[in-house]
């Protein structure tokens, strides 16, 4: 009787974003996730995920146009993203005044890859799931904000298997989830629970929460919700 979590996930399990419907609000300019500055939590747990490394390489699934990235790139590391919006990417080299290289990428039919001159930063124009560790190697740290809160609930082990399998047996990875009442918001972003996060990523991640705090803000309130939690994971790849 006091289960709630069930009857929760399923006002959300069933819906689905298609891509076209990202990429129409990338060309309506409906973008009101991204920040104008680099996120709080991977500010505050960068020595988290960092962890006394140089040279990290990090990997940003669906990450749109984040400043996080020229943020990381600027310290030293490496980045390397999944987008599927076109204008998205180009809007990023744009407004982070990098000059770039455009390249198919042959492993996949379609794909572009979307490289900063002075080679941190690249980006990959394609589905993430057909992205792949074949592609783009393997990474010490990886940045999840927007990505798996975004992804339609229905893909999340198959989301969880493919960043698994991205990670090096030293990497960190941070995700950034939300809890609200989804019974009041259809998402995305959508609710995600820690029992959500071990469901999918707990068979090959040690997972430990780091900060919980109160996200509520005016925005939500059109949406339909009068709070809104922000948790943020660590991940480490469980010891073999
Ligand atoms: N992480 C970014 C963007 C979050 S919004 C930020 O925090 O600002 C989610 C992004 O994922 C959108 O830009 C959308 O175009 C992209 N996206 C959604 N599904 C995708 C998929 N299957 N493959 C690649 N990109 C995708």
Request: charged share 25%; net charge negative.
């Amino acid at each position: 009787c006091c289960d709630t979590s069930t009857q929760e996930m399923s006002a959300q399990e069933n819906r689905v974003m298609a891509l076209s419907e990202w990429e129409d609000r990338w060309q309506a300019g409906k973008t009101g996730f991204h920040r104008s500055e680099v996120h709080n939590l991977l500010e505050s747990n960068l020595d988290k995920v960092v962890c006394g490394r140089n040279e990290v390489r990090f990997f940003f699934p669906l990450c749109g146009k984040a400043i996080d990235m020229k943020w990381l790139a600027d310290m030293g590391h490496t980045v390397v993203g999944v987008e599927i919006s076109e204008k998205g990417i180009k809007q990023f080299f744009a407004e982070q005044n990098l000059a770039f290289n455009e390249e198919p990428v042959p492993a996949i039919p379609g794909a572009k890859v979307f490289k900063s001159t002075d080679g941190t930063i690249s980006i990959y124009q394609c589905d993430l799931y057909k992205f792949s560790s074949t592609v783009g190697g393997k990474f010490g740290g990886i940045w999840d904000r927007g990505a798996l809160v975004a992804i339609n609930p229905c893909d999340r082990q198959k989301y969880a298997t493919l960043l698994m399998s991205l990670m090096n047996n030293d990497c960190r990875y941070l995700v950034d989830t939300l809890e609200y009442n989804p019974e009041l918001y259809k998402g995305p972003p959508f609710f995600v629970s820690e029992e959500d996060v071990k469901n999918v990523f707990g068979g090959g991640c040690d997972i430990e929460l780091l900060e919980s705090v109160d996200a509520f803000e005016k925005k939500h309130k059109s949406w339909g919700l009068d709070s809104l939690t922000e948790k943020m994971y660590l991940l480490t790849p469980k010891a073999q």
